[in-house]
């Protein structure tokens, strides 16, 4: 029998409880400098991975260039996945409705409030799963809506070979300055495009640093002003857009992190299981090797370990 043997990806953090290491969280991680030249890597950052809900800036970019005319709160929300509060739905209703769609029309699937605290809150109220409340419904209803400006088909709207669809691919290849490797399906339907994490990093490097008035820039100067509706009230993204001015910050499903700063240092990472819990831990300490610091790191850094009621441990970076 021959014996198989693949590198191992390193550890990015550990799971400390009660003095005792009980788990790992492997991955790759790379920190870009100002210049975009790679400053720091860990693991295997040129291999192509599932940027999932980090390439929605690039899908916002996309009904621009289809020539969806959006700003302010409606575009902040064309990028985000928005924690299922009041203010998101009450929005995203209000853009179907200007373009004479209806919830009916969003092809999400039904879910909860992404955010644990909304979600107890609406299933209190008696509602119960909806295409609407999941976190990609401003996406899809800025998808839907530039469909419609075109004329292009509703139904087929998440088809990797709709217009509209054609259109993010080309956005996500040209802000990542390289060639998409594959195309899968998210979580939400649409089509999901698979570029390297220094890519990754390289297209937020592209929206940071991008001219006003671009499409990139557009995108940009919406997510910075607004990042509430990118993400909710209890999310790093938004502390970190909020407290770091002219930072671009964007979580995506499956513990994928990209991050770029005004003057074009960026940093994207992959945790290879996938662990949500990993996230801040590993951000707090790319932020570091970023030159930020302060309170807001030192909140999304913090993940406590729970024994009964009583605080017994954390996950924390190990480079």
């Known amino acids: 029998m021959t014996a198989l043997t693949s590198p191992i990806p390193p550890v990015l953090a550990e799971v400390v409880r009660s003095g005792f ?16 030249s790679v400053e720091f890597s860990l693991g295997d950052p040129a291999a ?25 709160e409606r575009l902040a929300i064309a990028a985000a996945s928005h924690s299922g509060e009041s203010f998101h739905l009450d929005l995203v209703r209000k853009m179907l409705a200007e373009h004479g769609l209806t919830p009916d029309d969003l092809q999400t699937p039904p879910d909860l409030p992404l955010d644990s605290a909304e979600a107890e809150t609406y299933l209190a109220a008696g ?30 709207y998440l088809d990797p070979a709709h217009p509209l669809q054609r259109l993010v ?16 399906t998210d979580g939400c339907g649409a089509p999901l495009m698979a570029i390297s994490l220094t890519g990754l ?26 990042p509430e509706y990118v993400a909710g009230t209890r999310r790093p993204d938004t502390w970190l857009m909020r407290e770091v001015p002219g930072t671009l910050s964007k979580m995506g499903a499956e513990a994928v992190q990209a991050v770029a700063l005004a003057d074009g240092r960026a940093l994207a990472f ?41 605080e017994v441990g954390e996950i924390r970076a190990t480079f």
Do not use: Y
């Open 127 to 156: 509602h119960v799963r909806e295409r609407l409340t999941m976190n990609c419904s401003g996406k899809h209803a800025a998808m839907l809506a530039a469909c419609k400006l075109n004329g292009w088909d509703l139904g087929s």
């Open 201 to 226: 990093a390289r297209a937020f490097r592209t929206f940071a640093t991008a001219q006003a008035g671009t499409v990139e820039g557009r995108v940009a100067e919406a997510m910075r002003a607004h």
């Open 169 to 184: 691919h080309d956005s996500v290849e040209a802000a990542a300055g390289e060639q998409v490797a594959s195309v899968g």
């Open 270 to 310: 992959k945790v290879d299981d996938g662990a949500i819990r990993s996230l801040g831990p590993i951000l707090a300490r790319a932020l570091q090797l970023l030159g930020v610091d302060g309170p807001v790191v030192d909140r999304i850094g913090r993940a406590p370990l729970f024994g009964g009621a009583a």
């Open 21 to 36: 290491v009980e788990g790992h969280h492997r991955g790759s991680l790379v920190v870009l400098a100002a210049d975009g």
């Open 48 to 72: 192509p991975v599932f940027p999932r809900s980090s390439n929605k800036p690039m899908q916002a970019a996309a009904v621009l260039r289809a020539g969806l005319d959006l700003s302010g």
